[in-house]
């Protein structure tokens, strides 16, 4: 009776021992599943942060895998980016004890097809071989014993990525459960991962639009609807020469802007607070009051559809405009050559034709029978004159040619100075005679009155300058005096013989005496047309003298006559 109560009581033993045990069991089991949902609920909420701790992609890559550690294998990690476009793979995360990889084509590899599908993919060897044997997959990488995907999926249900842990070794190293976790937690890392990369393309452009405005050749600014500097480039301050602090906070108007373009700077803000884009060129003003020329390009700036600053570029195009001016005054100096050009070409026929017509005219008349010898001798000598006219218009155009070309030769050899000076005088006297200017009176005046002063020059050079002078003079002057002759200077660091040839003629306009000298250009004077003349003469002169080593000039005023003045080395030659 004893014994059997004894079994009794341990039976019931027994069976408490067991119910305790379940229960511990049920306990246990009970606080590995709270232990694993505060596991869970630790990881969502460390992944959901990790964007706001790591620096870039990589380092929130790396932060998630350090959150899943405690509670899977992460050994063997890696994260998987796909791009569509390219069927691209790219691996911007890879912690791995046997392969390493940046990217490779989707193709049929294992990520490929996990996220191609949108599925996880739990694979044994077993797996593998069935994937392979159907031609779903093609091995990229070292073989593992276990493989464990799952895709990263968006709110749309487009597969951006995977995650995807592997063992080399362990075939039991995760389970479906592992699997599941991964699943739910894939959710969050997706909208993570996401979100980190849109703020990184967000910092990126951010970047990007710093170094292009702060480095931009060009200065740029920014301002509120008032016209406020809020930013500006290291350009605009080397452009206008102020300092960060001493214009930052300011109103444009104030710093800029010339007073006298105020009310355009007022017109071209309210165009832009109207929604329009403006361009112009005008003057600004920098820090010490100068004005220069710039180019602005200036565009409403939005925010939340409404217009609330203003974005600017100025560009300094003072060189542009001095270029612009140079170019208008090259084409305008280009047409009036062409005009001029047209001009001479049509006066300089007409001041063949007349000596040769003469020529012909008169030579037809000789074969007259009924002329008189005297006639007759008159007649020759027009057809003598006309064709020394002839030869010395035909000698002028040679003589530009060359001077042009840089073909005119100069000889230099002795030139008694007041012999030749002599002789012009002679032979002028005559040319007066002949032109039958009765109230003109020739003036010689020497700067030396040794009959015997030599210098070295070119005589035939000289001769023909001086002449060319005293034709023009006589041209243009009826009535009064031509003087001419020359002096020494002394008191230069080289001594000069400085020429001059005076008369009381009709003289020439101020603005003209520029560009008198000009090939095909004479004076825009009435009376210069009636004389006529091709207008070589001085061009001739003033190359010549250049060429001697000299230079050339005029002093003249309307009605009170002219004087051409030009210079030559004094040289002499030593015994």
């Known amino acids: 009776m004893i014994q059997t109560s004894t079994q009794e009581n341990l039976v019931s033993d027994d069976l408490e021992i067991r119910q305790l ?6 306990l246990e089991s009970k606080l590995a599943e709270k232990r694993k ?174 170094q292009l405005f702060e480095f931009s050749p060009e200065a740029l600014v920014v301002t509120d609807c008032h016209g406020t500097l809020l930013k500006a480039n290291q350009e605009f301050y080397n452009m206008f020469a102020f300092q960060p602090e001493e214009s930052l906070g300011l109103n444009l108007v104030d710093l800029i802007i010339p007073v006298h373009l105020k009310k355009e700077a007022a017109s071209i803000k309210r165009k832009i607070l109207n929604g329009e884009k403006i361009k112009v060129e005008t003057m600004m003003k920098r820090k010490g009051g100068s004005l220069f020329d710039v180019s602005i390009l200036s565009s409403p700036i939005y925010k939340n559809g409404k217009i609330n600053g203003n974005y600017e570029i100025y560009r300094d195009i003072t060189d542009q405009k001095v270029a612009e001016l140079k170019l208008r005054e090259a084409k305008e100096k280009a047409e009036e050559a062409d005009r001029l050009k047209t001009a001479f070409l049509s006066n300089m026929s007409h001041e063949i034709r007349t000596p040769l017509n003469s020529i012909l005219g008169f030579t037809d008349l000789l074969f007259s029978q009924d002329l008189s010898k005297e006639v007759k001798n008159e007649y020759k000598e027009i057809i003598a004159n006309s064709g020394r006219n002839l030869l010395n218009l035909i000698e002028d155009i040679i003589d530009v040619s060359k001077i042009e070309v840089g073909q005119l030769r100069i000889y230099n050899s002795n030139c008694y100075l007041n012999k030749l000076m002599k002789e012009l005088k002679v032979l002028f006297d005559e040319e007066i005679k002949r032109k039958q200017k009765k109230e003109v009176k020739l003036i010689l005046k020497n700067g030396c009155g040794d009959e015997q002063f030599n210098i070295v020059s070119d005589p035939f050079r000289l001769r023909q300058i001086i002449l060319n002078l005293l034709g023009n003079s006589l041209k243009f002057t009826d009535r009064g005096f031509i003087e001419f002759g020359y002096m020494i200077e002394n008191n230069v660091p080289n001594p000069v013989l400085k020429f001059y040839v005076k008369d009381t003629g009709i003289g020439i306009p101020l603005e003209q005496q520029s560009f008198i000298f000009e090939r095909f250009r004479q004076a825009d004077n009435q009376n210069h047309y009636i004389n006529h003349g091709t207008g070589l003469g001085l061009t001739i002169s003033k190359g010549l003298v250049e060429l001697l080593g000299g230079r050339i000039w005029l002093k003249s005023e309307p009605a009170a006559g002219s004087t051409f003045y030009f210079t030559i080395p004094l040289r002499q030659k030593t015994e």
């Open 37 to 210: 949902v505060e596991q869970l609920q630790t990881a969502l909420y460390n992944i959901s942060n990790a964007v706001n701790k790591s620096k870039d992609l990589k380092d929130l890559l790396q932060e998630i895998r350090d959150t899943l550690s405690p509670i899977i294998d992460t050994s063997n990690f890696y994260v998987a980016m796909y791009d569509k476009a390219r069927d691209m793979i790219s691996i911007p995360y890879m912690q791995d004890a046997n392969d390493n990889f940046e990217y490779f084509p989707a193709g049929k590899t294992l990520s490929g097809y996990v996220i191609k599908t949108a599925r996880s993919l739990f694979a044994d060897q077993a797996m593998f071989k069935q994937l392979k044997r159907n031609g779903e997959i093609e091995l990229v990488g070292t073989d593992s014993k276990i493989w464990l995907g799952v895709p990263l999926v968006t709110s749309s249900g487009e597969a951006i990525g995977m995650i995807g842990i592997q063992s080399y070794e362990d075939e039991n190293a995760y389970c479906r459960k592992d699997m599941e976790l991964l699943e739910f937690l894939s959710n969050q890392i997706c909208i993570t991962i996401e979100r980190k990369l849109y703020e990184d393309a967000i910092q990126l452009e951010k970047s990007y639009f710093e």
């Open 21 to 26: 045990k379940d229960k511990i069991k049920k």
